[in-house]
């Protein structure tokens, strides 16, 4: 029997040998009806053989003997029927090439050129309570669920080791994560014979598409119809092919979410085994069964098996989502970098591109347009739209229904609406019950998913959105349909200067899809104001930028404050929306440009063309660029500022890095170091910048003489502005000595600074007749060192101090009040530790 068995698993070629009499004790059926022992005994449906050591053949469907008698003489070679280069034909015809359109199916790539490795992790048996609870319903407690502790996949052959060793794992994933990919890739892998991978252990792989199941199909019927139908390969083939080589044979179930209960529990031939069987383990249990699912199934699956071994896939790793973006456009580099730039300045962008069919979507539209939107809104409703039409182009019907998607909108926008305003904090956790009867709808769409959480000793079900983006954007389509009622009454009280970035995406979507909506909530924020120019109150006056933006109104754009940032694609794209609806100059408080790459150089040009500002920041990250590419920043920023038809008042230059700490290597140091030299001729030549300033974050001063060098050079250019972030500056606050004769502000956060530095900067102030405002940030102070600052400030008459900044000083804040406000009457406390200028 081996030998005809090694045939059939496609490991050998027939030869006579193989099927002579003695592999079977008779050469056909016909001999072995001739050579059976009579035995008036023995039961009709009986047949004897074997001369002197009988073997009764049971002549019942499944035997032995049916097996063999089914087959005629002249068709002995359909015995030897070669399943698995059978499938190899098929999977190579079918599995080689994976879409790259989520619509048009038909659009395709060779896979090997295209795939890219996802982020898989295990579920271990290990559980830790979650750090922040969550709310099943409105008004209930927070629960604490117990959350599996993952642990990372680093290949897909770790997962091929897993069902080696496990024998049954489930892939679980949301819409558009790369599940099918994968299986279309492990089957590809298996026919091209990687014989260093798991996968060569498998002598069979079967892949089986859930959707694609036929009610009445068992497992040997779905595995022969993606097998040759001219073959004639029958169940009981398959059957005895199986079993015997169960350790041998990989199931893939894909699609577990697309399947009918019909489908997986109907009855089915007498000689097949239901697919629930097989999910179950109560066939074919020594198979390896691999299943992909979305989450809402994973409770259906634990209860057919609960043994599985779960592994999570998350989408692309940034490092991935490169790869795949650059194996997109194989054919032209170039325009794959572009779209890889975009990315990593287009801040909602990155939230997309991790998941696989949006980072196709985003690829598709680079394709054909060379940019993406920079309309949030836009962007969504085109992402929405791609799940809808993706699971269209699988066959399900109905799914375009505008009173279906309506009714889907109601309910699930309520519900995602009322979990983001919930009095007791946000609620991104829901119940299964707050949704009616509109799930099954939504878990096909991808738009909600289902987990099961243990929480100590019960087990909760709960309901999730794609991502918190997807519950804002839909909560804002709910609001969309309500007009501005509901906006103003329930929304806009909850939008304050501590809370309004929480509720960023929610008022974009808001704006985004209805005018009135845009109207109401930029009138409320540009209502929200406070006398400190806070973080919090300049990101506000940005965000107006945003919002009219996204409104797509010129009658909003009065609405935009006087202090604006330009940091991503999308800033630098409203504020050319902004500028055009405005004939004459546009008059700026402040301006900060973030020029990390040199297309922002490109757009911050045009748009300084068109500005008056009073102060203008340009903001450089020192991580992100080798010393030509800083070089280059530098002197695009000359030529910006020179262009500029009215020169700023201010001009300051704020360079951050995340590189040059005590662990980093000499390359990495010596290039900041080369920064700071081309910096200092940088200085050297623009010494015409009326109050020039620098603001430093990170550990980019490196010794004192690079210091004493860098001071030297900000004297020489008359800088009136420093700001120091993260470096240890303690016992070097005496290198700044010359400045103060022309610095009217100075920042120090997180220097490592003690009493005796505080004491240095006091005697300094005594002669700092232009400061206005000075700000310590942490450190280690004694109240004599607070007290001695103070009084010099008070010494010096020619200083009119606008602000002072004492926070986080290791100092009790009340008494630090005291101290100022008794010695410094002019100056009130409007935050703890922030003092300004009364007016």
Same mark, same amino acid.
């Given at each position: 029997?081996?030998?005809?068995?090694?045939?059939?698993?496609?490991?050998?070629?027939?030869?006579?040998?193989?099927?002579?009499?003695?592999?079977?004790?008779?050469?056909?059926?016909?001999?072995?009806?001739?050579?059976?022992?009579?035995?008036?005994?023995?039961?009709?449906?009986?047949?004897?053989?074997?001369?002197?050591?009988?073997?009764?053949?049971?002549?019942?469907?499944?035997?032995?003997?049916?097996?063999?008698?089914?087959?005629?003489?002249?068709?002995?070679?359909?015995?030897?029927?070669?399943?698995?280069?059978?499938?190899?034909?098929?999977?190579?015809?079918?599995?080689?090439?994976?879409?790259?359109?989520?619509?048009?199916?038909?659009?395709?790539?060779?896979?090997?050129?295209?795939?890219?490795?996802?982020?898989?992790?295990?579920?271990?048996?290990?559980?830790?309570?979650?750090?922040?609870?969550?709310?099943?319903?409105?008004?209930?407690?927070?629960?604490?669920?117990?959350?599996?502790?993952?642990?990372?996949?680093?290949?897909?052959?770790?997962?091929?080791?897993?069902?080696?060793?496990?024998?049954?794992?489930?892939?679980?994933?949301?819409?558009?994560?790369?599940?099918?990919?994968?299986?279309?890739?492990?089957?590809?892998?298996?026919?091209?014979?990687?014989?260093?991978?798991?996968?060569?252990?498998?002598?069979?792989?079967?892949?089986?598409?859930?959707?694609?199941?036929?009610?009445?199909?068992?497992?040997?019927?779905?595995?022969?119809?993606?097998?040759?139908?001219?073959?004639?390969?029958?169940?009981?083939?398959?059957?005895?092919?199986?079993?015997?080589?169960?350790?041998?044979?990989?199931?893939?179930?894909?699609?577990?979410?697309?399947?009918?209960?019909?489908?997986?529990?109907?009855?089915?031939?007498?000689?097949?085994?239901?697919?629930?069987?097989?999910?179950?383990?109560?066939?074919?249990?020594?198979?390896?069964?691999?299943?992909?699912?979305?989450?809402?199934?994973?409770?259906?699956?634990?209860?057919?098996?609960?043994?599985?071994?779960?592994?999570?896939?998350?989408?692309?790793?940034?490092?991935?989502?490169?790869?795949?973006?650059?194996?997109?456009?194989?054919?032209?580099?170039?325009?794959?970098?572009?779209?890889?730039?975009?990315?990593?300045?287009?801040?909602?962008?990155?939230?997309?591109?991790?998941?696989?069919?949006?980072?196709?979507?985003?690829?598709?539209?680079?394709?054909?347009?060379?940019?993406?939107?920079?309309?949030?809104?836009?962007?969504?409703?085109?992402?929405?739209?791609?799940?809808?039409?993706?699971?269209?182009?699988?066959?399900?019907?109905?799914?375009?229904?505008?009173?279906?998607?309506?009714?889907?909108?109601?309910?699930?926008?309520?519900?995602?609406?009322?979990?983001?305003?919930?009095?007791?904090?946000?609620?991104?956790?829901?119940?299964?019950?707050?949704?009616?009867?509109?799930?099954?709808?939504?878990?096909?769409?991808?738009?909600?998913?289902?987990?099961?959480?243990?929480?100590?000793?019960?087990?909760?079900?709960?309901?999730?959105?794609?991502?918190?983006?997807?519950?804002?954007?839909?909560?804002?389509?709910?609001?969309?349909?309500?007009?501005?009622?509901?906006?103003?009454?329930?929304?806009?009280?909850?939008?304050?200067?501590?809370?309004?970035?929480?509720?960023?995406?929610?008022?974009?979507?808001?704006?985004?899809?209805?005018?009135?909506?845009?109207?109401?909530?930029?009138?409320?924020?540009?209502?929200?104001?406070?006398?400190?120019?806070?973080?919090?109150?300049?990101?506000?006056?940005?965000?107006?930028?945003?919002?009219?933006?996204?409104?797509?109104?010129?009658?909003?754009?009065?609405?935009?404050?006087?202090?604006?940032?330009?940091?991503?694609?999308?800033?630098?794209?409203?504020?050319?929306?902004?500028?055009?609806?405005?004939?004459?100059?546009?008059?700026?408080?402040?301006?900060?440009?973030?020029?990390?790459?040199?297309?922002?150089?490109?757009?911050?040009?045009?748009?300084?063309?068109?500005?008056?500002?009073?102060?203008?920041?340009?903001?450089?990250?020192?991580?992100?660029?080798?010393?030509?590419?800083?070089?280059?920043?530098?002197?695009?920023?000359?030529?910006?500022?020179?262009?500029?038809?009215?020169?700023?008042?201010?001009?300051?230059?704020?360079?951050?890095?995340?590189?040059?700490?005590?662990?980093?290597?000499?390359?990495?140091?010596?290039?900041?170091?080369?920064?700071?030299?081309?910096?200092?001729?940088?200085?050297?030549?623009?010494?015409?910048?009326?109050?020039?300033?620098?603001?430093?974050?990170?550990?980019?001063?490196?010794?004192?003489?690079?210091?004493?060098?860098?001071?030297?050079?900000?004297? =020489?250019?008359?800088?009136?502005? !420093?700001?120091?972030? /993260?470096? $240890? #500056?303690?016992? @070097? +606050?005496?290198?700044?000595?010359? %400045?103060?004769?022309?610095?009217?502000?100075?920042?120090?956060?997180?220097?490592?600074?003690?009493?005796?530095?505080?004491?240095?900067?006091?005697?300094?102030?005594?002669?700092?007749?232009?400061?206005?405002?000075?700000?310590?940030?942490?450190?280690?102070?004694?109240?004599?060192?607070?007290?001695?600052?103070?009084?010099?400030?008070?010494?010096?008459? =020619?200083?009119?101090?606008?602000? !002072?900044?004492?926070? /986080?000083? $290791? #100092?009790?804040? @009340? +008494?630090?009040?005291?101290?100022? %406000?008794?010695?410094?009457?002019?100056?009130?406390?409007?935050?703890?530790?922030?003092?300004?200028?009364?007016?």
């Amino acid at each position: 029997m081996g030998a005809v068995w090694s045939w059939l698993l496609g490991s050998g070629n027939p030869s006579q040998e193989h099927l002579q009499p003695a592999s079977l004790g008779a050469s056909n059926v016909d001999s072995i009806t001739q050579h059976a022992t009579p035995a008036a005994n023995f039961p009709p449906n009986v047949a004897v053989t074997g001369r002197n050591n009988p073997v009764f053949l049971n002549r019942v469907e499944g035997s032995i003997f049916n097996f063999y008698a089914e087959t005629p003489k002249n068709e002995k070679g359909h015995l030897g029927i070669n399943c698995a280069e059978q499938l190899k034909t098929y999977y190579l015809k079918e599995m080689s090439t994976i879409p790259i359109h989520p619509i048009l199916l038909s659009t395709t790539r060779k896979i090997k050129d295209i795939f890219i490795q996802l982020l898989l992790r295990k579920e271990t048996h290990r559980t830790r309570r979650a750090e922040k609870g969550v709310r099943l319903r409105a008004d209930s407690k927070e629960c604490y669920p117990d959350n599996p502790i993952m642990e990372p996949l680093k290949s897909q052959d770790d997962l091929m080791q897993l069902l080696i060793d496990d024998g049954h794992v489930v892939v679980v994933g949301t819409a558009g994560k790369g599940k099918t990919t994968l299986t279309r890739k492990i089957a590809y892998d298996w026919t091209c014979h990687a014989s260093d991978s798991c996968l060569s252990l498998f002598k069979l792989v079967f892949v089986l598409r859930m959707k694609e199941i036929q009610v009445g199909s068992g497992i040997l019927d779905s595995m022969r119809k993606i097998l040759p139908t001219d073959v004639g390969v029958s169940r009981r083939h398959l059957q005895h092919i199986i079993h015997e080589n169960q350790r041998e044979v990989l199931i893939i179930f894909d699609g577990l979410d697309e399947a009918s209960s019909t489908v997986l529990e109907g009855p089915v031939h007498d000689d097949d085994y239901p697919i629930k069987d097989v999910l179950s383990a109560k066939a074919l249990r020594n198979c390896s069964v691999l299943v992909t699912t979305r989450p809402h199934k994973m409770d259906q699956l634990r209860s057919y098996f609960k043994n599985y071994t779960v592994v999570e896939t998350t989408g692309f790793s940034s490092d991935n989502r490169n790869k795949y973006i650059q194996q997109f456009f194989s054919d032209d580099k170039s325009i794959g970098e572009a779209l890889i730039k975009e990315v990593d300045v287009t801040a909602f962008i990155h939230t997309l591109a991790q998941c696989p069919i949006m980072l196709l979507l985003l690829c598709l539209i680079w394709n054909h347009d060379q940019t993406l939107p920079q309309r949030l809104t836009e962007l969504y409703e085109r992402a929405v739209n791609v799940l809808v039409d993706h699971l269209s182009s699988k066959g399900s019907p109905n799914l375009h229904d505008p009173t279906k998607m309506d009714a889907l909108i109601e309910v699930i926008g309520r519900v995602a609406f009322e979990g983001l305003i919930n009095p007791l904090g946000e609620r991104l956790v829901f119940s299964p019950e707050e949704f009616s009867n509109n799930l099954e709808y939504a878990f096909q769409i991808g738009i909600l998913f289902q987990e099961t959480r243990i929480v100590v000793e019960h087990i909760v079900r709960t309901i999730n959105f794609l991502h918190k983006s997807f519950q804002e954007f839909f909560a804002a389509k709910f609001l969309a349909l309500k007009a501005g009622g509901q906006i103003r009454e329930k929304l806009l009280p909850l939008v304050t200067l501590e809370t309004i970035q929480e509720k960023e995406y929610l008022l974009r979507f808001c704006c985004g899809m209805n005018q009135e909506a845009a109207c109401a909530i930029l009138e409320h924020i540009n209502g929200l104001s406070e006398d400190l120019q806070t973080p919090a109150y300049l990101w506000i006056q940005s965000f107006s930028l945003v919002l009219v933006f996204e409104a797509q109104s010129p009658d909003l754009v009065k609405a935009v404050g006087s202090r604006l940032t330009l940091k991503y694609k999308e800033d630098f794209s409203a504020m050319v929306y902004f500028l055009q609806w405005l004939p004459d100059f546009v008059r700026l408080d402040r301006l900060n440009i973030h020029v990390t790459h040199i297309h922002a150089q490109a757009a911050s040009r045009s748009i300084l063309e068109q500005v008056r500002v009073d102060s203008l920041y340009f903001h450089l990250d020192l991580t992100s660029m080798n010393s030509g590419q800083f070089l280059n920043q530098l002197t695009a920023l000359r030529e910006n500022i020179a262009s500029m038809p009215h020169q700023p008042h201010a001009t300051r230059l704020y360079l951050t890095t995340d590189g040059c700490d005590n662990h980093s290597n000499t390359e990495e140091c010596n290039t900041v170091g080369i920064q700071i030299s081309q910096l200092s001729c940088f200085f050297r030549e623009n010494q015409t910048l009326k109050n020039f300033g620098i603001g430093l974050a990170g550990n980019i001063i490196r010794s004192e003489v690079q210091l004493k060098d860098f001071v030297g050079t900000l004297v =020489s250019c008359k800088a009136t502005y !420093l700001c120091i972030d /993260d470096n $240890d #500056l303690h016992g @070097s +606050l005496g290198i700044l000595s010359p %400045l103060f004769q022309t610095l009217t502000s100075l920042v120090l956060r997180r220097c490592s600074l003690t009493d005796d530095d505080m004491n240095k900067v006091s005697r300094f102030v005594t002669e700092a007749n232009n400061l206005t405002c000075l700000y310590f940030h942490g450190g280690n102070f004694s109240q004599d060192a607070v007290y001695t600052l103070i009084d010099a400030i008070n010494q010096n008459e =020619s200083i009119d101090l606008e602000k !002072l900044y004492l926070c /986080d000083i $290791d #100092l009790d804040p @009340s +008494l630090v009040s005291r101290m100022v %406000l008794e010695k410094i009457p002019h100056l009130k406390e409007f935050k703890t530790g922030f003092f300004a200028k009364r007016e």
